[in-house]
């Protein structure tokens, strides 16, 4: 990862500092002016690994570790940072070629890329907005959100990689793709490569990362079947899925929806006791919900507007 030495920031972000079990602090209160898409060096909880510059993750627990207990009404709170406002997924598929692909995932994570714009699942998160130069400006849902796919086989893919590896795939991808201040840059890493602690004490996780001092939204989203605790199986599959390829949409679209409102947590919409969007309805009311004339195995969200977990918006 030596060609990422040197990705630094420019500019300064006041920040939070510490973790909670979600990996994130809670956010205590809201600051006077919102931030820009810019990180520094100096801000808490950031992490400098190799020249790579990455926020400590927000995990998704397993099903076996997430909480089940049906929440209060609450709200989840603006942390006056910033959130994607016209998001755009950009899919990384580091090393599937050489570690191969059993069970088609990159096939799925495509096409369901390619219909999540404008479905009612998504619409959910257009009720949460961020405030910029005094503007409140509301997240959309357009029909086009897939920003494409990357097969990066250059570079391999350690068996466990670090959270600093991941960080800098997805740079990787960034580089390659193009800067997009409203990009979720999805890291999918092969099989039998993943991250340590993936299965048995998270699935999945986001987190930002510093480009040239700019905010990344990026995802570490292992390959799902090899997890018993992720999603496979969890209902019968839609008729063009396999089951124990479900945990794939349903994780996937758990940490894509978390990029969106909360890119740089907690800087976002969170929940000081119950975290973010899909953490507060995890594993909770598995559905097959429609996303145009297809559909995929999905985890409702969040809505501040019913205070309840929610297919639809």
């Not at 059993?102 to 998504?122: A, C, T, W």
């Not at 990787?172 to 490569?193: E, I, L, M």
Request: proline share 7%.
């Amino acid at each position: 990862m030596n060609k990422f030495t040197g990705i630094a920031a420019c500019a300064s972000l006041i920040a939070i500092g510490g973790c909670s079990a979600n990996g994130v602090t809670p956010f205590g209160g809201q600051i006077a002016q919102t931030q820009s898409h810019v990180v520094g060096l100096s801000a808490p909880g950031w992490i400098n690994e190799g020249g790579v510059l990455y926020h400590s993750p927000h995990y998704m627990a397993t099903a076996k570790n997430a909480s089940r207990t049906k929440p209060p009404a609450i709200l989840l709170v603006y942390g006056n940072g910033p959130v994607l406002v016209k998001p755009k997924m950009y899919l990384i598929f580091w090393g599937y070629k050489t570690y191969g692909d059993q069970y088609n995932v990159k096939k799925l994570l495509e096409n369901y890329g390619k219909v999540i714009g404008g479905s009612p699942l998504n619409n959910i998160y257009t009720q949460y907005s961020e405030v910029s130069s005094s503007n409140t400006i509301y997240i959309t849902n357009p029909k086009k959100q897939f920003g494409g796919v990357w097969e990066d086989d250059g570079n391999a893919v350690p068996l466990h990689p670090t959270d600093g590896q991941v960080a800098a795939e997805a740079l990787a991808g960034v580089a390659h793709f193009g800067y997009d201040p409203n990009g979720s840059y999805v890291v999918a890493t092969p099989h039998g490569r993943s991250s340590s602690g993936f299965g048995s004490s998270f699935c999945a996780y986001h987190s930002a990362a510093s480009y040239s001092g700019k905010l990344v939204s990026y995802t570490n989203l292992p390959y799902m079947p090899d997890a018993n605790d992720c999603g496979s199986n969890v209902i019968s599959p839609p008729s063009d899925e396999i089951a124990i390829d479900e945990g794939v949409t349903i994780v996937e679209g758990h940490e894509y929806a978390e990029s969106v409102t909360d890119p740089n947590p907690p800087r976002g919409w969170y929940n000081n006791q119950y975290g973010e969007i899909g953490d507060i309805c995890a594993w909770q009311n598995i559905q097959n919900d429609p996303f145009h004339k297809k559909s995929y195995s999905s985890q409702p969200m969040y809505s501040n507007a019913s205070q309840s977990c929610v297919h639809s918006y």
